[in-house]
């Protein structure tokens, strides 16, 4: 979580050209940031490990659904951001899992590259922080988790600058389509890990 919450700082602190992030974007980082608090709580009630593995059968089968085909024409309503929001938050406080449902639904909704950048870097920063703060106020923080984050700091910096060059030569649909895809195997590693 704290190597995550560092990537998406980095991400966020890049120089901009426009602002990206609209109403339906802060309503997402919003409740996600609420819910999260929700998830740190259940995870500090168990064990953690059935939600792990019930995330990834859940992720795979929200991969399948985010294939079928949508109405080009429309967008998703408000709420519809609300709701992911705040189940992309529960998960992030309860399984440190947000990216493979994120990405699914900011696909689903039919952001461009560089919004849909932008948007995960700031859900990660809002739930990160608070997920962190309940981690530690759980006494899941340790000095070992702290270290390892520091040793990969470096090859996170490297992954967002290699990140931003990507995205922004990508087409949409190659990025929506490697999106499902590393959705896909890393939910599949989330059941057998």
Not at 24 to 31: A, D, E, M, P, R
Not at 33 to 48: D, E, H, K, M, P
Not at 102 to 111: D, G, M, P
Request: proline share 2%; hydrophobic share 50%; charged share 10%.
């Amino acid at each position: 979580m704290i190597c995550n919450l560092i990537a998406s700082i980095l991400i966020v602190l890049q120089k901009k050209e426009h602002k990206l992030l609209d109403k339906n974007s802060y309503i997402l980082i919003g409740s996600g940031g609420i819910f999260t608090i929700a998830g740190v709580i259940a995870l500090s009630s168990t064990t953690g490990e059935i939600l792990v593995k019930l995330s990834g059968i859940f992720f795979i089968g929200l991969t399948f659904y985010s294939i079928r085909k949508r109405n080009k024409n429309t967008s998703l309503p408000s709420h519809n951001y609300f709701f992911a929001g705040a189940f992309i938050g529960f998960l992030t406080g309860a399984v440190s899992v947000s990216g493979p449902p994120l990405a699914l639904f900011l696909n689903r909704a039919k952001v461009s590259n560089r919004k849909f950048r932008e948007i995960f870097a700031a859900f990660s920063v809002v739930t990160a922080v608070i997920a962190i703060l309940g981690y530690y106020q759980a006494g899941m923080v340790t000095e070992q988790t702290i270290k390892t984050s520091f040793i990969f700091a470096p090859i996170l910096l490297t992954g967002t600058i290699v990140g931003k060059r990507l995205n922004s030569i990508m087409s949409i649909n190659s990025f929506q389509s490697t999106n499902i895809v590393l959705t896909l195997i890393a939910s599949i590693l989330l059941i057998f890990n």
